[in-house]
């Protein structure tokens, strides 16, 4: 579901990069004023590496010619919580954009938006911690994975077709494109929300405090737990053996550009004029490997590069946290030393 430059006019992409660019400093600032653990910087870079690899594997929708792939937004913020699932996301779909040329420039402001703004500070929130109240458990889980997944791509879905239409692309008109693309992502939704219910039972039996600490908080749970490094482990192996596995991505059409070729008979517009012109040669410039050939080192390169970003950025966030306090803390100190002077 990766928008091209192509579906936007540039005043609706330089809007949602303004609304996306707002939403990744408001998640720094609360992840920062959470007081992440060092422990949450590895799992996050290990988690959005394995979510860049899956989003390679693009899978067959049988009967249909088309086929989707995960979003991870909803898995993601399981895991770190909505506003390091946020960040961690954004770092996937911005290595994707600038390193291999997937989604286009002007419209990485709405990808970020669709893909990770939707699920991760929205849907999450909204939905599936409600679902996941009282105590966390498998079937909790997988009732909240699946709903929560399906309403995301929804509206993710549902955001492209707005966005579109506000661009003023008649090839797409708004209840046309609607009728193809939510159909077509309640599919993708289905089996998104079955893999993400399969990957958080695995954590919530190995280590069950994660996810709570992301949901709720708390840290305490009366399951044994296995060392964080086990979980940490497992994800790295999945993002090598995933990226490896591109290889037997489906080559259909995934959802966006189906909906497109149903319409227009092509799965990509063209798009003419100097704004659509400068951001098509910037990121001809900056992109490295366009439409992830040799796919296996792509992949396993892409999931390098997220997880040294993501993993730079949460030590980074971590780091500022621990500065704050120890100022803070020297700051009380000297507050306590002079009234102690003073009397």
């Keep these: 579901m990766h ?22 400093t408001y998640s720094v600032i609360k992840f920062n004023k959470d007081d992440p653990g060092e422990s949450k910087a590895p799992l996050m870079a290990v988690s959005g590496a394995m979510i860049f690899a899956a ?43 600038l390193c291999f040329a997937d989604g286009g420039l002007l419209a990485l402001g709405c990808n970020i938006f669709n893909l990770g703004v939707i699920p991760c500070l929205f849907v999450y929130p909204l939905l599936f911690k409600p679902l996941l109240t ?19 791509l929804q509206l993710g879905s549902l955001g492209v077709v707005v966005q579109t239409t506000v661009s003023g692309i008649i090839l797409l008109p708004f209840s046309a494109f609607a009728l193809l693309m939510q ?17 958080l039972n695995f954590v919530f039996a190995a280590r069950p ?47 966006l550009e189906w909906s497109i070729q149903n319409l227009t008979g092509s799965t990509e517009l063209d798009a003419h004029g100097p704004v659509f012109e400068t951001f098509a040669a910037l990121q001809d410039r900056l992109s490295f490997m366009p439409g992830y050939d040799f796919a296996p080192v792509t992949g396993i390169i892409g999931a390098v590069l997220v997880c040294s970003v993501t993993l730079a950025a949460g030590l980074i966030i971590h780091a500022m946290k621990r500065k704050r306090k120890k100022k803070k803390s020297h700051g009380d100190g000297s507050f306590v030393m002079q009234k102690r002077k003073q009397s």
């Design 3 to 24: 928008m091209a430059d192509a579906l936007l006019s540039p005043a609706v992409g330089g809007g949602m990069y303004a609304a996306s660019a707002a939403a990744i």
């Design 55 to 97: 989003q390679m594997i693009n899978f067959t929708i049988p009967g249909t010619g088309s086929s989707g792939h995960i979003g991870g937004g909803i898995l993601l913020a399981a895991l770190l919580g909505p506003f390091a699932g946020m960040l961690a996301l954004a770092a996937v779909l911005i290595i994707q954009c």
């Design 134 to 152: 009282p105590v966390p458990n498998a079937r909790r889980i997988w009732i909240a994975s699946v709903v929560s997944v399906i309403v995301a």
């Design 183 to 199: 159909p077509i992502h309640l599919a993708i939704g289905v089996v998104e929300g079955i893999v993400t219910a399969a990957i």
């Design 209 to 255: 405090h994660i996810l709570t600490s992301a949901a709720f908080g708390e840290t305490n749970t009366n399951k044994p737990a296995k060392p964080i490094r086990v979980v940490i482990i497992v994800f790295a192996c999945a993002a090598a053996v995933t990226a490896v596995f591109s290889l037997i991505a489906s080559s259909d059409p995934d959802g």
